[in-house]
């Protein structure tokens, strides 16, 4: 486990390089960006960029979405990993949005998670990222660059998230998912790690092994 200290020393530096991180996923609305997000699971955010560049400025609302049909805006999301269920998903989504909400997007874990499509994960992304609460959405990313700096090792997602929620100083919170994510698609890569690189290597147990063990 990671000391106090070490873990403001992460994030100061976290956040000395990059003092606004945000989503790389393109969104003018929370609704939009909700869209998007049930799109990237399991597909990568430039595919889904791709399609909701030309999906949004045709149809960007819940009545919109629905009026484009299930054929209609699969014509934009068939390019996107598993588009079949998360267009059904998303059209369900849109359905319940007018019919319980006018619309808009609720901003709570129960009322989102019970919308089709959205995990804890998405819930995560739209509360930290939309509604500003300090919450931390463990994605692949999230969960390996945990692990391998050892500042909250576990072995499944929702583990490391509440290791993470308890360890990480509040002043830091709200930006961590961000900083985590873009560190691991960036830097602590899945394949091949670039250490060398790595502005927090002299924190991290996983290079402490490889080189000084
Ligand atoms: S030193 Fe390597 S393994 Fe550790 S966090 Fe940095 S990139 Fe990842």
């Given at each position: ?198 502005i927090v290597k002299d924190l991290c147990d996983d ?7």
């Amino acid at each position: 486990m990671k000391t106090l200290e070490e873990i403001h020393q992460l994030f100061s530096r976290f956040q000395a390089t990059n003092p606004e991180p945000t989503t790389e996923l393109n969104y003018q609305t929370p609704f939009e960006l909700l869209v998007a997000v049930i799109l990237s699971a399991q597909a990568t955010d430039k595919g889904v960029n791709k399609a909701t560049a030309l999906l949004f400025p045709v149809a960007n609302t819940p009545q919109a979405l629905l009026n484009l049909g299930e054929k209609g805006l699969k014509e934009y999301t068939k390019t996107i990993n598993l588009y079949n269920n998360k267009t059904r998903n998303i059209l369900k989504t849109c359905q319940i949005l007018l019919d319980q909400y006018q619309g808009s997007i609720p901003n709570n874990r129960k009322e989102l998670e019970a919308l089709p499509g959205v995990g804890r994960k998405t819930a995560n992304v739209i509360l930290n990222t939309v509604f500003k609460e300090p919450i931390i959405a463990v994605d692949t990313h999230i969960f390996r660059v945990s692990n391998r700096l050892g500042l909250a090792p576990g072995k499944t997602p929702r583990e490391v998230e509440d290791t993470l929620v308890q360890v990480i100083p509040d002043e830091f919170k709200y930006h961590a998912h961000h900083w985590l994510l873009l560190h691991g698609r960036y830097i602590c890569t899945a394949r091949n790690p670039h250490c060398q690189e790595c502005i927090v290597k002299d924190l991290c147990d996983d290079y402490k092994d490889k080189y000084f063990k």
